[in-house]
């Protein structure tokens, strides 16, 4: 099953895992999460992709250690906003890393199995207009 674009508003990605990101010639950028409200994993996959940015370092202000094992980026906001020329969409991480990561798309969508349906509206956070710092 495939969400595309706005369609993506029916499902929650909060507190889940980003594992891997593929980057293809093509300039696609597939994102693989373990989503929580099922356990599963889902792609998000982003066509044409640029301008990244990001900011990622751990958060755990109770370690000495410096040396953080990194398993994934656990997703406090996913946010996409709607261009001139497709979309602007950003991950935002609060938790054991804090940060974002940003950038801009022809298009994207969600895929996941067809064996489960969003459970939870709010796919969009509206975070776009806020600067990352």
């Not at 891997?20 to 950028?29: H, L």
Request: hydrophobic letters at 30%.
């Amino acid at each position: 099953m495939k969400y595309l674009n706005n369609e993506t508003d029916a499902i929650n990605l909060f507190e889940s895992y980003i594992k891997k990101i593929i980057f293809s010639e093509d300039g696609t950028a597939t994102f693989f999460i373990n989503w929580t409200e099922s356990y599963e994993e889902l792609k998000l996959v982003c066509s044409y992709c640029s301008n990244y940015q990001s900011c990622i370092k751990p958060f755990n202000p109770f370690s000495e250690s410096k040396l953080l094992l990194c398993n994934g980026f656990l997703i406090t906001g996913f946010s996409y906003k709607k261009t001139d020329n497709g979309y602007t969409v950003q991950f935002n991480f609060d938790l054991e890393y804090e940060g974002f990561i940003r950038f801009e798309c022809c298009d994207f969508y969600i895929e996941i199995s067809d064996t489960h349906t969003p459970f939870q509206p709010g796919g969009n956070d509206n975070l776009i207009d806020n600067p990352p710092t």
